[in-house]
């Protein structure tokens, strides 16, 4: 970013870090064997609707693009309260899940909607009832790490579980060190 830019306010966007979806697998096991919690066969991937440079002239063509291919998994979009845009994938081996999140996130930065991208979201449920409850890890794609989120009914949050779960899983995935950025994902099409 050069000199005028700053005094003008304009900032430079960052790039997605992609990688560190990989590591999910591994974690998906010490989740597993340490607080009893599978993978519930959901994920989906969160961005902005519309804006940005593109070489794609419309949603649509992001739709066409995005479902190329849907032999890995039932796919679907939905739109959020909030406006956000989400193909949500429904597959339950977390291995798919993780490829196909990954393969969406690279398609949408090769046809210049990388600003567009927001986070992407794995589902985790007890696998013995009611156990912990549900959690869903959050990938923030341009921090490259991921945090917790345990909802609960009425708009709540388990704050001592995603604590817990960060304690387990930290070796295996790159966390978000700043809790300010463990945002609430209220209404997710995520289960």
Not at 42 to 50: E, N, P, R, S, T
Not at 113 to 136: E, H, N, Q, S, Y
Request: aromatic residues 8%.
């Amino acid at each position: 970013m050069g000199f005028l830019d700053a005094v003008l306010g304009r900032t430079k966007q960052v790039p997605p870090k992609l990688d560190a979806l990989f590591s999910l697998p591994t974690a998906a096991l010490t989740l597993q064997s340490q607080l009893d919690l599978i993978p519930s066969g959901h994920a989906g991937l969160c961005f902005k609707a519309g804006s940005g440079e593109s070489t794609l002239s419309g949603d649509q063509d992001v739709r066409e693009l995005l479902t190329l291919d849907e032999a890995d998994g039932e796919v679907s979009f939905t739109t959020d309260d909030l406006g956000f845009t989400w193909f949500v994938i429904n597959d339950d081996d977390i291995g798919t899940l993780v490829t196909r999140i990954h393969g969406a996130h690279t398609t949408l930065i090769e046809h210049g909607l990388g600003p567009r991208l927001l986070c992407a979201v794995f589902g985790f449920t007890p696998a013995t009832k009611p156990g912990c409850g549900d959690v869903r890890l959050v990938y923030l794609t341009k921090q490259g790490t991921f945090y917790p989120f345990a909802p609960r009914d009425g708009e709540k949050r388990d704050n001592e579980l995603e604590l817990l779960l960060r304690s387990f899983v930290g070796d295996d995935l790159p966390m978000e060190p700043e809790l300010s950025r463990w945002m609430a994902l209220w209404g997710l099409p995520v289960q």
